[in-house]
Nanobody, 124 residues
Framework: VHVVESGGGLVQPGGSLRLSCAAS????????MGWFRQAPGKEREFVAA????????YYADSVKGRFTISRDNTNNMVNLQMNSLKPEDTAVYFC??????????????????WGQGTQVTVSS
């Protein structure tokens, strides 16, 4: 499975951005897609995830009510709509695919395939 993120950029506090993740290859192997982020000097952290076939969604407490993850199985896309952005949301955002149901949905170690990341900067 190959994943590529797009949609990052610079936005003012309170603004919105939409990140997209395009999956290719053996996409039928992925049972979940997740978004993680890593800020400078910090560890990579879970943001959101979605079960590809049933649609269940999961969010970090820090983004609940502001971010929405969705899937488009026809086009093998996963999107992350980010609203009410805060400076602390600034990070490189990574999309990842999980090919095994073993492993917690919010742990980076559970995911097998990763994109290169896209920068999101929230600043005035």
């Amino acid at each position: 499975v190959h994943v590529v993120e797009s949609g990052g950029g610079l936005v003012q506090p309170g603004g919105s951005l939409r990140l997209s993740c395009a999956a290719s290859g053996r996409t039928d192997r992925a049972d979940a897609m997740g978004w993680f982020r890593q800020a400078p000097g910090k560890e990579r952290e879970f943001v959101a995830a979605i079960l590809v076939y049933v649609g269940n969604t999961y969010y970090a407490d820090s983004v609940k009510g502001r971010f929405t993850i969705s899937r488009d199985n026809t086009n093998n896309m996963v999107n992350l709509q980010m609203n009410s952005l805060k400076p602390e949301d600034t990070a490189v955002y990574f999309c990842a695919a999980r090919t095994s149901i073993i492993g917690a949905i919010d742990l980076s170690e559970s995911y097998d395939f990763w994109g290169q990341g896209t920068q999101v900067t929230v600043s005035s």
